[in-house]
C-alpha cells in the first residue's frame, strides 16, 4: 500500500516511474514475449494508473482530509527528486510523449528519444557524482530548465571545472542555479573574464558576485541593479550599488545627528538605517541607492550590536567598495558617556496619540503624559550604565575599521563640528568628499546648536489646551532630520 507521507514512494507511483521501469525490466528478462506483449502491459499499467487517480480524486471529495500532504512537505522529499533522473522516470516521459504525440509522428521518433533519454540520464548521473552540493532547490531546477541545462552541459561543465578550486563561486553557482541556467550567456562571461579572476579568485574572496558589478550598474544593460530585487542580490554576493561616495562611521552621543542636518544642508543623500541586522542593513542600502541614482549618496552605519550573526556580518561588509572613502566620527569616551546619562530619553511609546490638557486640571494632565517618557540611563546612579552599550553602540570604530584595511579614510573629531566651528568643517568635508559647499549666506545655520534631543522634545508636540468653549494647539518647528 502507497505511503503517503513517503515522497519517495509516491514519485514511483507516477506513470513516467512505472513505465520507464516496466521497459527497463523487459530489456533485461529473458522471459520473451515480445513487443506485443509490452506495449499491452504498458497499455495496462497506464489504465489501471489512471483508474487509480480517478478513485483517489472521488475519494478526497467525500473525505477531503484524506488528501495527501505535498510532496515538498515529505521528509524524503530531495531525495524523491533524484527519482526523476533515474534513467526509469526518464524513459518513462519519453513514452508518455509518444502516446501523446502518436497520432503525429510521435511513434517514429521513439528510438531516437529512447536514446537520447539514456545519453541525458548518463549527464545527469555524472553531474550528481561529481558534486555533492546538490539539494532540492538545485534539482527543481534542473527538472524546470531541464533542455536549457543539457543544451549548454558542454559550456556549463567547463565553468564547474574552471572553478572547481574555488568553492565560494561553486556555492553561489548551485545556490542560485536556477538563475544561473536562465542567464548562463552572461554569468559565463563575467566568471571567465580577467576581472572576476583578479577581484575574486586570486584572492579566494569569500563572497564572490554571480554577476559583473561594472555591467549591473550601467542602466542600458539587460539586467542591471535597477530591475534585480535586494533580496536576490544578496543571495547572488552581488556588491552594493556603485553610486555612494562615501561610508560614515560614527556611533551615539557624539553629535553624529547634527552632522547629518549638515551633510542634507549639503545636498548630501544620507539615511540612518536604525536598528537592523546585516541583511536588513544590506536591502535598506540597496533600496536607498537604487532610488536616488543621480544623487550625491552617502552610507551610514552607527551601530554594531545588532550584528548578531557573524556570517551576515562579513557579508554585508564585503557589499562595500574598497574604492570608496571612510569618514570616522570620533570623540573623547568621557564626553559621550557624560552625554548618555545626561540626555538619553528614550520613548516608551514612539507617537502619543492623547496629547490634550485640560485647562482645569493641567498640572495632572502633563505629569501623565510625561510619565510615558523614561530616561535609559540615570545619572545619579552611573553603577547601572552597560559598558557593552559604550563598546558595541558608541565607541564601535574599532570594530568596524577591520572592514575597511584598503580604503582612504578621513578621521573628524567630532567637537570641530561645535557651533563656532561647524562651517569651516564643512567646508574641509566638501573639498575632501566633492560634495556641495556650505552657501556663506546659510553661515548662521552652522552656527546654531543642533541636538538629536531637540526631536526627541518634539514628541511633546502639538500640545492641545482645552478650555471647554475652545482649544489652543501649541506647536514646535521641527529640525529637518
Same mark, same amino acid.
Given at each position: 500500500m502507497l505511503n503517503p507521507n513517503s515522497a519517495i514512494e509516491r514519485v514511483k507511483n507516477h506513470l513516467a516511474y512505472k513505465l520507464g521501469q516496466t521497459v527497463i525490466d523487459f530489456t533485461n528478462s529473458s522471459s520473451g514475449g515480445g513487443y506485443i506483449a509490452l506495449f499491452k502491459k504498458l497499455y495496462k499499467i497506464k489504465k489501471q494508473h489512471k483508474k487509480q487517480q480517478k478513485i483517489y480524486q472521488q475519494t478526497i471529495q467525500v473525505f477531503p482530509q484524506l488528501k495527501y500532504p505535498s510532496l515538498e512537505a515529505c521528509s524524503d522529499y530531495e531525495q524523491a527528486l533524484r527519482y526523476k533522473f533515474h534513467l526509469s522516470y526518464m524513459l518513462g516521459e519519453v513514452l508518455i510523449k509518444a502516446y501523446q504525440t502518436w497520432y503525429t509522428g510521435g511513434g517514429f521518433k521513439l528510438k531516437n528519444n529512447i536514446k537520447k533519454a539514456n545519453k541525458e540520464f548518463q549527464i545527469f548521473r555524472e553531474i550528481f557524482k561529481e558534486f555533492d552540493q546538490i539539494n532540492s532547490s538545485i534539482l527543481e531546477g534542473l527538472i524546470d530548465n531541464k533542455q536549457l541545462f543539457l543544451k549548454e552541459f558542454s559550456r556549463i561543465k567547463n565553468i564547474l571545472k574552471i572553478h572547481q578550486d574555488y568553492k565560494a563561486i561553486l556555492d553561489n553557482i548551485f545556490h542560485n542555479f536556477n538563475y544561473f541556467i536562465q542567464n548562463f550567456d552572461l554569468i559565463e562571461e563575467w566568471l571567465l573574464s580577467d576581472d572576476f579572476k583578479e577581484r575574486y579568485k586570486?584572492?579566494?574572496?569569500?563572497?564572490?558576485?554571480?554577476?559583473?558589478? !561594472? +555591467? =549591473? $550598474?550601467?542602466? %542600458?544593460?539587460?539586467? /542591471?541593479?535597477?530591475?534585480?530585487?535586494?533580496?536576490?542580490?544578496?543571495?547572488?554576493?552581488?556588491?552594493?550599488?556603485?553610486?555612494?561616495?562615501?561610508?560614515?562611521?560614527?556611533?551615539?552621543?557624539?553629535?553624529?545627528?547634527?552632522?547629518?542636518?549638515?551633510?542634507?544642508r549639503c545636498n548630501v543623500n544620507v539615511k540612518w538605517c536604525g536598528y537592523l541586522n546585516g541583511f536588513d542593513?544590506?536591502?535598506?542600502?540597496?533600496?536607498?541607492?537604487?532610488?536616488?541614482?543621480s544623487s550625491y549618496n552617502a552610507l551610514q552605519i552607527f551601530e554594531y550590536r545588532t550584528f548578531t550573526n557573524k556570517f551576515e556580518e562579513e557579508k554585508f561588509f564585503s557589499s562595500f567598495s574598497s574604492k570608496k572613502k571612510i569618514l570616522i566620527s570620533y570623540k573623547d569616551p568621557f564626553t559621550m558617556i557624560k552625554t548618555i546619562l545626561n540626555a538619553n530619553i528614550v520613548k516608551s511609546e514612539y507617537y502619543i496619540?492623547? !496629547? +490634550? =490638557? $485640560?485647562?482645569? %486640571?493641567?498640572?495632572? /494632565?502633563?505629569?501623565?503624559i510625561l510619565q510615558r517618557y523614561k530616561r535609559k540611563y540615570n545619572k545619579y546612579n552611573i553603577k547601572d550604565f552597560d559598558p557593552y552599550l559604550l563598546q558595541h553602540q558608541i565607541l564601535i570604530q574599532e570594530f568596524l575599521l577591520k572592514y575597511f584595511k584598503n580604503s582612504k579614510k578621513y578621521f573628524l573629531d567630532m567637537n570641530d563640528i561645535q557651533p563656532e566651528n561647524a562651517f569651516i568643517t564643512l567646508e574641509k568635508l566638501a573639498t575632501y568628499f566633492n560634495f556641495t559647499k556650505?552657501?556663506?549666506?546659510?553661515?548662521?545655520?552652522?552656527?546654531?546648536?543642533?541636538?538629536?534631543?531637540?526631536?526627541?522634545?518634539?514628541?511633546?508636540?502639538?500640545?492641545?489646551?482645552?478650555?471647554?468653549?475652545?482649544?489652543?494647539?501649541?506647536?514646535?518647528?521641527?529640525?529637518?532630520?
Open positions: 586570486k584572492e579566494n574572496h569569500p563572497y564572490p558576485s554571480l554577476l559583473d558589478p !561594472k +555591467k =549591473l $550598474n550601467d542602466k %542600458n544593460e539587460k539586467i /542591471n541593479y535597477h530591475n534585480i530585487p535586494a533580496e536576490l542580490a544578496w543571495e547572488m554576493n552581488l556588491p552594493l550599488p556603485d553610486n555612494y561616495e562615501f561610508v560614515w562611521l560614527g556611533g551615539h552621543a557624539m553629535g553624529c545627528a547634527a552632522l547629518n542636518l549638515f551633510f542634507q542593513r544590506f536591502v535598506f542600502n540597496y533600496h536607498l541607492l537604487v532610488s536616488n541614482s496619540q492623547d !496629547k +490634550k =490638557l $485640560n485647562a482645569s %486640571n493641567i498640572t495632572k /494632565n502633563t505629569i501623565d556650505p552657501s556663506i549666506l546659510d553661515k548662521q545655520f552652522y552656527q546654531e546648536k543642533k541636538s538629536l534631543a531637540t526631536t526627541f522634545l518634539l514628541h511633546y508636540f502639538p500640545l492641545i489646551l482645552d478650555f471647554d468653549e475652545f482649544e489652543i494647539e501649541i506647536n514646535a518647528k521641527e529640525l529637518n532630520y
